[in-house]
């Protein structure tokens, strides 16, 4: 009969008794595989390339993994359950670790998938919209991404200061999305320079991405008319 000793206080194998969603994936907005980008960090699962891997893990759900390590709320980390021992692990340090990695080394996303011959149009070149356009080209669809701002970003760009986002950093993961083969078309407002009725005579589909850009006022008394 085959029998297993067990000795030593390390083990390069990892247990899996139950797979589920982890509490950190869940309690993730993108819904990452923040278990499955761990397992390269940490090697439990073999690469030569870890950061590499771990990158490629993470955009296979987000794009913008150097952006978001710098400026997500990271609720992640809150359900980690690392943090029933001692703390919760620094998921949103690795994702801006892994990130910068990818940037620094010219990493470049996966190839777009075979053309469908379906097009899409995307209003709004902001994160939402951006995010779309990149799993919409793994698809295979064609996308023109129609802004009325000068640059892509949306408020990333306009509304996040440049301390918290280096502008180089959301270029680069921009410029990645872009080169799938995603048209832009910037200063173009709906509904002014083209109608939402255009726009859906002409592609397949539309997306709609605009944000929230607009500022709510303050209710206290007074408020009404305060310049800025």
Known sequence: TDKI?????????????????????????????????????NGTDPSDDPLKSAWETATDTNPFPAVMGRICPHPCQSKCNRGVHDESVAINAVEQVIGNYAI????????????????????????????????????????????????????????????????KVLEAEI???????????????????????????????VFIGVGAQKGRGLPVAGFDGTPG
């Open 5 to 41: 000793v067990a000795f030593g206080d390390q083990s390069h194998k990892c247990p899996v008794y139950v797979r589920q969603t982890p509490p950190c994936t869940a309690e993730c907005p993108a819904g990452e595989d923040i278990r499955g980008i761990n397992r390269f960090l």
């Open 175 to 205: 410029a990645r999305i872009i080169d799938l083969g995603v048209e832009t078309k910037m200063g173009v407002t709906i509904g002014k320079d083209v109608t939402l009725e255009q726009l859906e005579a002409e592609y397949d589909a």
């Open 104 to 167: 620094e080394n010219n990493l470049k996303l996966k190839g777009p998938g075979a053309d469908t011959g379906k097009r899409v149009a995307i209003i709004g070149g902001g994160p939402a919209g951006l995010s779309a356009a990149y799993q919409l080209r793994r698809k295979g669809h064609a996308v023109t991404i129609y802004d009325a701002n000068e640059k892509l970003g949306g408020m990333v760009l306009y509304g996040i200061m440049g301390y918290r986002v280096d502008r």
